[in-house]
């Protein structure tokens, strides 16, 4: 018979049984001595994040399901982290770990929009774009490094153009961001700057800036559909512009965040007062800047307005599983947890730093494109989305890809000492006059 606790329990949470064999089953990938540093240094981040979940859970009495629900996250990025990190010790396999993580979130998000979402939900906005999006910005990286780049322009013009026709402005924000990195990278290599990196950070921020314009400017005339031209006017006039204008929780997060205490308020907390309270003020100011572009404060009806508008945006914030929603990954668990628990997220992104300046030495502007666009889609996922298991899934596999580099960069001394025959002379020794003849006709076949 199920406890009762058992039945109440989230869908998803009973991976955590998975979660843990799977844990228990892939011990010996941390424990081998091949396995790179950051690949330690990641788990342990993560171990600490378990032990503020559980350390929240019982300081502040959480509801035992949701504990479970959410601590079991850690132990699922752990698992993911093992299997990926001895999947991609053959280097042939990056394109398909890459592929098979995005097209996994894909999957599950538009499992979970028609599970949890009544009528026809937005496909694109929700569940394909975010993930495939990203995956086509990979392959488009593939073939620019195959030297089709016919192929790879086309492929990122489609994709740009999809996103503004649906008006995913956060996933065409990502987009831009990789494509220009790349762009400003490869100008900088054949302009032969000393730090092309460098270069291009500066020269990418310069290309985002002008396409928040250009594409305002289309919106604002209406070209792309009434709805985006109001959707563009109203967050442009928000607090905190276009990019922070549509998302009213980063606001809210900043107010509520330097409240919470060491160890957070727990999972489905009860708010305390000061936090409340500048919860509610938060509210009202957002709700009211709104109101000012269309109704007048001397008009009869604004109190009404105003007080409506705010209970809406209220419930909004205060989901019964959160306490306070903010529609962030890594301030939701702040919230919940505490300061400490942002190491983890932060050493992920730190990862997507160094993998775009691996594969910056290794591919040029292709792995530039590919890399970028898998850190700006972790980043954008950590700051302004809530962590599915698409994202738990893609801060493993950052991690894993600048773990399986380190591997390949520390094997091919051996293999390239190998095939120029700087072979141990004891081993040549001690092989039988058969095998010493036999590996001379093999490396005169390799060189053939």
Same mark, same amino acid.
């Given at each position: 018979?199920?406890?009762?606790?058992? /039945?109440?329990?989230?869908?998803?949470?009973?991976?955590?049984?998975?979660?843990?064999?799977?844990v228990v089953?892939?011990?010996? +990938?941390?424990?081998?001595?091949?396995?790179?540093?950051?690949?330690h240094?990641?788990?342990?981040?993560?171990?600490?994040?378990? /032990?503020l979940?559980?350390?929240?859970?019982?300081?502040?009495?959480?509801?035992?399901?949701?504990?479970?629900?959410?601590?079991?996250?850690?132990l699922? $990025?752990? !698992?993911?982290l093992?299997?990926?990190?001895?999947?991609?010790r053959?280097?042939?396999? =990056?394109?398909?770990a890459?592929?098979?993580v995005?097209?996994?979130?894909c999957?599950a998000?538009?499992?979970?929009?028609?599970?949890y979402?009544?009528g026809?939900?937005d496909? =694109?906005?929700?569940s394909?774009?975010?993930?495939?999006?990203?995956?086509?910005?990979?392959?488009?990286?593939?073939q620019?490094?195959?030297?089709?780049?016919?192929?790879?322009?086309?492929?990122?013009?489609?994709?740009?153009?999809?996103?503004?026709? !649906?008006?995913l402005?956060?996933?065409?924000?990502?987009?831009?961001v990789a494509?220009?990195a !790349?762009?400003?990278f490869?100008?900088?290599?054949?302009?032969?700057?000393?730090?092309?990196?460098?270069?291009?950070?500066?020269?990418? +921020?310069l290309?985002v800036?002008?396409?928040?314009? +250009?594409?305002?400017?289309?919106?604002?005339?209406?070209?792309?559909?009434?709805q985006?031209?109001e #959707? =563009?006017?109203?967050?442009?006039?928000a607090?905190?512009?276009?990019?922070?204008?549509?998302?009213p929780?980063?606001?809210?997060?900043?107010?509520?965040?330097?409240?919470?205490?060491?160890?957070?308020?727990?999972?489905?907390p009860?708010?305390?007062a000061?936090? !409340?309270?500048?919860?509610?003020?938060?509210?009202?100011e957002? $709700?009211m800047?709104?109101?000012?572009?269309?109704v007048?404060?001397?008009?009869?009806?604004?109190?009404?307005?105003?007080? #409506?508008?705010r209970?809406k945006?209220? *419930?909004?914030?205060a989901?019964?599983?959160h306490?306070?929603?903010?529609?962030?990954?890594?301030?939701q668990?702040w919230?919940w947890?505490?300061?400490?628990?942002? +190491?983890?997220?932060?050493?992920?992104l730190?990862?997507?730093?160094?993998?775009?300046?691996?594969?910056?030495r290794?591919y040029?502007?292709?792995?530039?494109?590919?890399?970028?666009a898998?850190?700006t889609?972790?980043t =954008?996922d950590?700051?302004?989305?809530p962590?599915?298991?698409?994202?738990?899934?893609l801060?493993?596999l950052?991690? *894993?890809?600048?773990?399986?580099d380190?591997? /390949?960069?520390?094997e091919?001394?051996?293999?390239?000492a190998t095939?120029?025959?700087d072979?141990d002379?004891?081993?040549v020794?001690?092989?039988?006059?058969?095998?010493? /003849?036999?590996?001379?006709?093999?490396?005169?076949?390799?060189?053939?």
């Amino acid at each position: 018979m199920i406890p009762p606790w058992a /039945a109440r329990m989230p869908s998803n949470a009973g991976l955590t049984m998975a979660t843990l064999v799977g844990v228990v089953l892939l011990i010996p +990938v941390f424990v081998n001595r091949s396995t790179p540093r950051v690949v330690h240094v990641m788990a342990l981040a993560l171990l600490l994040w378990l /032990a503020l979940s559980i350390a929240t859970a019982s300081v502040n009495g959480s509801d035992l399901r949701w504990s479970i629900f959410h601590s079991v996250r850690p132990l699922i $990025v752990v !698992a993911d982290l093992a299997f990926l990190v001895w999947l991609l010790r053959v280097p042939r396999r =990056w394109p398909l770990a890459i592929v098979a993580v995005l097209l996994g979130a894909c999957v599950a998000g538009t499992i979970g929009l028609y599970s949890y979402t009544v009528g026809q939900p937005d496909l =694109w906005r929700y569940s394909w774009g975010p993930s495939l999006s990203p995956l086509i910005v990979v392959v488009a990286a593939i073939q620019w490094h195959r030297g089709r780049r016919a192929w790879a322009l086309a492929l990122l013009v489609l994709i740009v153009l999809v996103n503004v026709a !649906a008006g995913l402005r956060s996933v065409l924000l990502q987009c831009a961001v990789a494509a220009a990195a !790349a762009l400003v990278f490869g100008i900088a290599q054949r302009l032969r700057f000393r730090w092309p990196l460098i270069a291009t950070s500066l020269g990418m +921020v310069l290309i985002v800036v002008s396409v928040i314009p +250009v594409y305002g400017a289309v919106a604002e005339s209406g070209a792309l559909g009434r709805q985006q031209q109001e #959707k =563009w006017r109203l967050q442009s006039d928000a607090a905190g512009g276009i990019l922070l204008g549509g998302r009213p929780e980063f606001r809210l997060a900043l107010d509520v965040l330097p409240l919470v205490p060491v160890l957070g308020l727990g999972f489905d907390p009860t708010i305390p007062a000061n936090i !409340a309270e500048a919860r509610d003020s938060r509210a009202t100011e957002y $709700v009211m800047t709104d109101i000012d572009r269309v109704v007048s404060r001397t008009d009869p009806q604004y109190p009404l307005l105003v007080a #409506k508008s705010r209970t809406k945006l209220l *419930a909004y914030w205060a989901q019964p599983s959160h306490g306070i929603y903010l529609h962030s990954g890594v301030f939701q668990y702040w919230l919940w947890c505490g300061p400490l628990v942002v +190491v983890p997220f932060a050493l992920v992104l730190m990862a997507g730093l160094m993998l775009v300046g691996r594969a910056s030495r290794r591919y040029g502007a292709a792995g530039v494109l590919g890399a970028s666009a898998l850190l700006t889609k972790c980043t =954008w996922d950590t700051l302004f989305s809530p962590l599915g298991g698409g994202g738990l899934a893609l801060m493993a596999l950052i991690v *894993a890809l600048l773990a399986a580099d380190t591997i /390949a960069r520390k094997e091919q001394p051996a293999q390239q000492a190998t095939s120029d025959g700087d072979t141990d002379p004891g081993v040549v020794a001690s092989l039988a006059p058969g095998d010493r /003849a036999r590996r001379g006709a093999d490396r005169a076949t390799e060189q053939a």
